[in-house]
């Protein structure tokens, strides 16, 4: 099946939106839009993967994108170029129940384009707010939380929905932080899986990289920690206001928890986006 490849950034300029499908992304209850600009698939890039059409929205005008979302998957930290990542979105898209990011991040550090820019991606999914067309969104190939230790003291596990544990060995998680380096539980959880050094470097790098494009203007400080890591109880005001800036999908969702606060995170935030 021949799939055509979106040159991204030489195409944003001027765009007009195409049909009237929601942003919200999910649920399963939209109809297939007939792609007759791209056909079925399209190929992510630069591994080439197929990615289903159905799993991302219309087209929106480049100065329509004023946020920036992050994101981690809570699936397996794979080295494989986000193959796995993709895969997902494409068997999403299959029953209907629509997701889908602009870009991911595997353990490496490799970053693989997967829905084109000047496409809405589904990837904060939040009933009758508009911020999937206004963001940019990446997905960090990582576990997330883990509640308890195992009895041996060697990995951190969770039960999920049909009872099967998932594992993390000890050395690969870690606590959040606030904004001063002080160890919390973030969420009510005592570790998450780490984001490693590729990860960390090749996120600040791509958030660069988007502000620089969108015209973006953000800064790292004790109120954007604040926003992009509310905890349970509430959300980013900044976020719902629709204000420029860089957030987490905590700063939309009281129900997730990506992403977290790590230490090597923050400390990597402070220093580039002074």
């Keep these: 099946m021949s799939s055509p490849i979106i040159n991204t950034p030489n195409l944003l ?11 919200s992304g999910g649920g399963g209850n939209y109809i297939p839009t007939i792609r007759k600009d791209l056909g079925p698939t399209i190929l992510t890039k630069p591994s080439g993967f197929e990615l289903s059409t159905n799993s991302f929205g219309n087209k929106r ?3 329509n994108v004023t946020q920036i979302y992050l994101h981690h998957t809570a699936g397996q930290q794979r080295a494989d170029k986000c193959a796995g990542t993709v895969s997902t979105y ?13 870009a991911a991040i595997d353990a490496n550090g490799h970053v693989e384009e997967i829905v084109p820019w000047e496409y809405i991606a589904w990837g904060q999914g939040v009933k009758g707010y508009n ?16 509640k308890t230790l195992s ?10 929905s049909e009872g099967k ?3 993390a060995p000890i050395e690969e998680c870690a606590p959040g932080v606030d904004y001063n380096l002080k160890e919390i539980k973030y969420k009510g959880y005592p570790v ?32 954007a920690y604040d926003n992009m890591f509310p905890d349970n109880k509430n ?28 230490k090597e995170l923050i400390v990597a935030f402070k220093a580039a986006f002074k």
């Excluded at 009895?151 to 999920?160: I, M, P, Q, S, V």
């Excluded at 996120?203 to 660069?208: C, G, R």
Aim: aromatic share 16%; no cysteine.
């Design 131 to 146: 911020f999937n067309t206004i963001g940019m969104s990446i997905e960090i190939m990582a576990l997330g939380y883990f």
């Design 165 to 167: 544990k998932t594992f």
């Design 192 to 223: 998450y899986q780490k984001y490693t050094a590729a990860q960390i470097k090749g996120t600040v790098a791509w958030v660069k990289k988007w502000m620089t494009f969108f015209d973006i203007k953000w800064k790292f400080n004790q109120d």
């Design 61 to 63: 005008k480049k100065e």
């Design 151 to 160: 009895k041996d003291g060697k990995t951190y596990y969770r039960l999920n």
């Design 235 to 262: 959300l980013s005001p900044r976020a719902l206001n629709y204000e420029p800036g860089v957030y987490s999908h905590n700063s939309v969702k009281k129900t997730k928890s990506d992403i977290f606060p790590q």
């Design 13 to 23: 300029s001027g765009f007009n939106v195409i049909g009237t499908r929601s942003s």
């Design 90 to 102: 494409n068997s999403r898209a299959a029953k209907g129940d629509n997701a889908s990011t602009q």
